[in-house]
């Protein structure tokens, strides 16, 4: 993605730009509510920067929206929270039209018991045990603000905001609650992985596909406009 983004915006540029991304997301993750800066001498119009940019964009990546802002913003660094999706489809059969989009679940999933380990993973927490081995964070302790597990029909999704997230968290913390929610463990593991700071204790990392990052928040004095965000859920 971002190879792509940085060739189509030095076409509409004529210079060479490079970008800084709020997240990184990995091959099969999908994003909503990305956002990233560049620097660039060329004036351009925010209109220009977004049309022209997708023109040469493929058809399953789109710049949303465009903005100047000051030169101390950084997309990554100035970022206090993120929010990020992920999708599950529970019905016996997988879906042809959704595959890339969502996680298929054959098993029975127990929504109640999700929602109740949900709520032993919130808050500050030292999350070893939902960092990829090769996370190079420096500090593995962040601060879940929220994670909660929705459902309707066939669909259960799971929201989680934090100021920041190691790598494949939000996959690992997805694998131990579809674990629970299978009723392979219960609903205590949930605090047992946690508190074991040892990704070898954490069971399964979730299928990338379908997780989605929704949201990036700034404070308040940058005023970034974020359009409104894509529905990232399927009926």
Not at 27 to 35: E, K, L, R
Not at 47 to 60: E, F, H, Q
Not at 161 to 184: D, P
Request: aromatic share 8%; charged share 20%; proline share 5%.
């Amino acid at each position: 993605m971002q190879r792509c983004v940085e060739q189509a915006l030095s076409e509409v540029a004529g210079d060479s730009i490079s970008i800084v991304t709020a997240g990184r997301t990995d091959s099969g993750v999908h994003a909503t509510g990305q956002v990233i800066h560049f620097d660039s001498p060329v004036k351009r119009t925010d209109r220009a920067w977004v049309l022209g940019s997708n023109t040469a964009l493929p058809t399953d990546i789109r710049l949303r929206a465009a903005q100047q802002v000051g030169f101390d913003f950084h997309a990554r660094f100035k970022a206090i929270r993120r929010s990020y999706r992920y999708i599950v489809l529970n019905q016996p059969i997988a879906s042809a039209v959704y595959r890339k989009l969502v996680t298929h679940e054959y098993r029975s999933i127990d929504v109640p018991a999700m929602q109740q380990a949900a709520m032993l993973l919130v808050g500050e927490n030292d999350y070893s045990s939902f960092r990829a081995a090769g996370c190079q964070a420096r500090s593995p302790v962040r601060t879940i603000s929220k994670l909660e597990v929705g459902s309707a029909g066939s669909w259960i999704w799971i929201d989680v905001v934090a100021n920041a997230f190691l790598q494949h968290m939000v996959r690992n913390l997805a694998g131990v609650l579809l674990a629970i929610g299978a009723g392979e463990k219960p609903v205590e593991w949930a605090t047992t992985v946690l508190q074991a700071k040892d990704r070898t204790k954490g069971g399964v990392t979730a299928r990338p596909e379908g997780l989605y990052l929704t949201k990036v928040e700034y404070p308040s004095g940058y005023a970034i406009n974020m359009p409104i965000p894509e529905p990232v859920i399927f009926w």
